[in-house]
């Protein structure tokens, strides 16, 4: 039921851009996307809640597909601050109030 | 307001001791959860409480208990410790009447070793 993440890690210099997916094989309510810094507990930056909905905060946004039960997390113009563990979190159609986590994608980012 | 507190920040455990890692929080909120977090292997669901008095099982739930008493709390507890319960323990809360959106707000974290 862990949703997957993709890819693991990514490596960027300052200004690139990047892209992580999250996947699940169950039918989705809703898709969390959390940030978290080394030693520090993660912190939230966006839900979306139906099919096609697109958010964004700042130069971060977000998709997700209801239909494909995806999600996709679009870092534009990367800074140095964005560099941590990203970690989408799952609610499930059926509304059984878990929060499922993926494994985390770790992004890099060098000056 | 001080969110959603835990204690203790760290913990050294022997094989086979008992403990109870506490997590409070004073936004009213109904909903509770306790994650734990093994390197690589993201969040892992333990235990969650839709409101006082309601609990049910995550996805790695062996090996601990929690009740529900009040509202604003919700301990979690070891009853026989062991190593493979090494791990970072963090709790979160999150405001819910089942309207959508509501986003987790998560304490700083419990690191326990089992030796």
Same mark, same amino acid.
């Given at each position: 039921?862990?949703?997957?993440?993709?890819?693991?890690?990514?490596?960027?210099?300052?200004?690139?851009?990047?892209?992580?997916?999250?996947?699940?094989?169950?039918?989705?309510?809703?898709?969390?996307?959390?940030?978290?810094?080394?030693?520090?507990?993660?912190?939230?930056?966006?839900?979306?809640?139906?099919?096609?909905?697109?958010?964004?905060?700042?130069?971060?946004?977000? %998709?997700?597909?209801?239909?494909?039960?995806?999600? %996709?997390?679009?870092?534009?113009?990367?800074?140095? %601050?964005? %560099?941590?563990?990203?970690?989408?979190?799952?609610?499930?159609?059926?509304?059984?109030?878990?929060?499922?986590?993926?494994?985390?994608?770790?992004?890099?980012?060098?000056? | 307001? !001080?969110?959603?507190?835990?204690?203790?920040? =760290?913990?050294?455990?022997?094989?086979?001791?008992?403990?109870?890692?506490?997590? !409070?929080?004073?936004?009213?909120?109904?909903?509770?959860?306790?994650?734990?977090?093994?390197?690589?292997?993201?969040?892992?669901?333990?235990?969650?409480?839709?409101?006082?008095?309601?609990?049910?099982?995550?996805?790695?739930?062996?090996?601990?208990?929690?009740?529900?008493?009040?509202?604003?709390? =919700?301990?979690?507890?070891?009853?026989? !410790? !062991?190593?493979?319960?090494?791990?970072?323990? =963090?709790?979160?809360?999150?405001?819910?009447?089942?309207?959508?959106?509501?986003?987790?707000? =998560?304490?700083?974290?419990?690191?326990?070793?089992?030796?």
């Amino acid at each position: 039921q862990q949703p997957v993440q993709s890819p693991q890690a990514v490596i960027l210099r300052e200004g690139e851009d990047a892209v992580i997916n999250c996947s699940s094989s169950k039918a989705l309510y809703s898709v969390h996307w959390y940030r978290q810094k080394h030693g520090e507990a993660p912190v939230f930056l966006m839900i979306l809640l139906k099919g096609g909905e697109q958010k964004g905060h700042e130069k971060i946004s977000a %998709s997700f597909n209801e239909k494909k039960q995806q999600s %996709s997390l679009y870092l534009t113009a990367s800074q140095l %601050s964005y %560099s941590g563990t990203y970690f989408c979190g799952t609610e499930f159609a059926n509304r059984d109030d878990k929060i499922i986590f993926g494994k985390g994608t770790r992004l890099h980012i060098l000056p | 307001n !001080a969110g959603v507190t835990q204690t203790p920040k =760290f913990r050294i455990l022997k094989i086979g001791q008992s403990m109870t890692l506490q997590c !409070a929080q004073d936004m009213n909120h109904n909903y509770m959860y306790w994650y734990r977090q093994d390197p690589g292997m993201g969040l892992k669901l333990i235990y969650y409480s839709v409101g006082a008095g309601i609990t049910d099982k995550g996805e790695v739930p062996n090996g601990y208990n929690v009740s529900r008493s009040t509202t604003e709390d =919700f301990p979690l507890r070891l009853e026989l !410790a !062991a190593p493979s319960q090494t791990s970072v323990y =963090f709790c979160a809360s999150s405001y819910s009447d089942r309207a959508p959106g509501e986003k987790l707000f =998560f304490g700083s974290g419990t690191q326990l070793s089992v030796l």
